[in-house]
């Protein structure tokens, strides 16, 4: 069989090596005669898997567990909107957002359910074509944190600085960029990746949280939404995602036999820079939907003259064994997601085909 090039934005392409790795493994774990799809979670291995899995994820970031803890989560990112400011948006205080695309804004949206927030920056203005500028942020005494999103998914950009924000927690939705390139994660006091990108596939959430942070935390939520509870029992207060974290344990032993997050970040660029080299190099056939300094390395966005012509592109593309590549339902356009997994000759062969479609179309 030969496999398509995925370019799915989520869940997304995951290494043949790491698919190949859970098949072997599926009926047979361990050794158990049993496959982990069966297994009890407050078993041995599960346990184990469990906190290995914790342990590569803060190698592969350098940061040490007397600092920071790794909680594995069920519920997406989207949860994560809902229990930031659960935790941490108190009676007199403000959770601040900066506002970079879709994803940025139901994150506040979120947090207005539960209490007070408002907006520390926002692009919206330019129609998420640029990042608003977060190094100059003046955040008031009540602020109770500041909430970023590092990569814009649906629209195709990444912020390059972080904001100094002079010891208020920076916290931020790393869904489609953690692992994908080099990062200070010590100015975060917390942030999350649900792991459909570049962390495994759907069904688990990696949670990265400074300890003082997380003794800080409202207690007067339920047990089972609350940060502590998860951070005493390991990830295993009730029954986890555990194939889901298994997948995960696998693309992150990959990730680190690679090279690690400086060989992905080398990589994600290279990528990156021959999609954009196939945009701006074609006479505006292809228009870039993001301005270049704003750019995503993981999302690479454009349009073309209309939308009949758009379908036609991501049509005939899947034909030809190129997949995913639709826009956003809300946003329409094209995007190629090129998540750590997918290889440089995936991005050579798009780039190809997109010269032969302007060729016969342009």
């Not at 997304?12 to 158990?32: F, S």
């Not at 330019?126 to 955040?139: A, E, F, K, T, Y």
């Not at 100015?187 to 495994?200: D, H, M, V």
């Not at 270049?292 to 390395?297: E, I, K, M, N, Y």
């Amino acid at each position: 069989m030969k496999r398509a090039w995925n370019f799915n934005p989520g869940p997304a392409a995951l290494p043949l090596e790491v698919l190949e790795r859970a098949r072997e493994t599926l009926v047979d774990y361990d050794g158990k005669g049993m496959s982990l799809l069966e297994m009890s979670h407050r078993s041995e291995e599960v346990e184990r898997l469990v906190g290995q899995t914790e342990e590569t994820l803060l190698r592969l970031i350098g940061l040490n567990s007397a600092d920071y803890r790794v909680l594995l989560m069920a519920g997406g990112a989207s949860a994560q909107f809902a229990l930031v400011p659960l935790h941490f948006l108190g009676p007199g205080k403000v959770g601040r957002y900066v506002l970079s695309g879709s994803f940025s804004e139901k994150a506040y949206r979120e947090a207005q359910t539960v209490g007070e927030a408002a907006v520390a920056a926002t692009g919206k203005a330019s129609g998420w074509s640029r990042l608003p500028d977060v190094s100059g942020i003046d955040l008031e005494p009540d602020t109770a944190y500041l909430h970023m999103t590092t990569n814009n998914t649906i629209e195709g950009s990444q912020f390059r600085q972080l904001p100094d924000t002079g010891g208020v927690p920076l916290i931020g939705d790393m869904t489609s960029d953690l692992l994908g390139r080099s990062l200070d994660w010590s100015r975060f006091s917390l942030f999350y990746a649900a792991a459909q990108k570049n962390l495994g596939p759907a069904g688990v959430t990696a949670l990265v949280i400074r300890n003082d942070l997380l003794q800080s935390g409202n207690e007067r939520i339920p047990a089972i939404f609350r940060y502590k509870t998860f951070a005493e029992h390991g990830s295993l207060y009730n029954t986890p995602p555990v194939h889901a974290i298994y997948v995960m344990k696998l693309m992150l032993d990959w990730t680190e036999a690679q090279g690690g997050v400086a060989e992905m970040e080398r990589r994600g660029e290279e990528k990156a820079a021959i999609l954009y080299r196939a945009i701006d190099d074609s006479d505006g056939f292809y228009r870039g939907i993001v301005e270049p300094p704003f750019r995503s390395t993981m999302n690479v966005t454009w349009r073309l003259a209309d939308e009949a012509l758009e379908r036609k592109f991501a049509d005939e593309a899947e034909r030809g064994g190129l997949a995913g590549l639709a826009g956003h339902r809300s946003v329409g356009g094209l995007r190629a997601s090129i998540y750590n997994a997918v290889p440089v000759e995936a991005c050579r062969e798009l780039a190809a085909w997109m010269n032969d479609f302007r060729r016969k179309f342009g």
